[in-house]
């Protein structure tokens, strides 16, 4: 499970992790987060997706980097 808290994500800016929830009809575990910046919407992304290991450009990352 992550933390709550400000993460950084690969390409370089900053989201802040709300809320933990699960989806209603599937039970999957899904991550809240805000932007911080422009209209800062809330969104919504599956933990599995938010948590992954990523490739990009030969070099092996997390698509999303705790902070604080």
């Known amino acids: 499970m992550i933390k709550i ?3 950084q994500h690969f390409k ?3 989201y802040h992790v709300l809320h933990i929830a699960k989806h209603s009809e ?3 575990m899904m991550v ?3 932007p911080d910046y ?3 919407d809330i ?3 599956p933990l ?4 992954e290991t990523i490739e990009r450009d030969g070099k ?3 698509r999303f980097t705790f902070v604080e």
């Open 26 to 28: 599937t039970d999957e």
């Open 43 to 45: 969104w919504v992304r």
């Open 60 to 62: 092996t990352l997390k």
């Open 38 to 40: 422009g209209e800062r």
């Open 5 to 7: 808290g400000k993460y």
């Open 48 to 51: 599995s997706m938010f948590d």
């Open 12 to 14: 370089g800016n900053y």
């Open 32 to 34: 809240v987060y805000q």
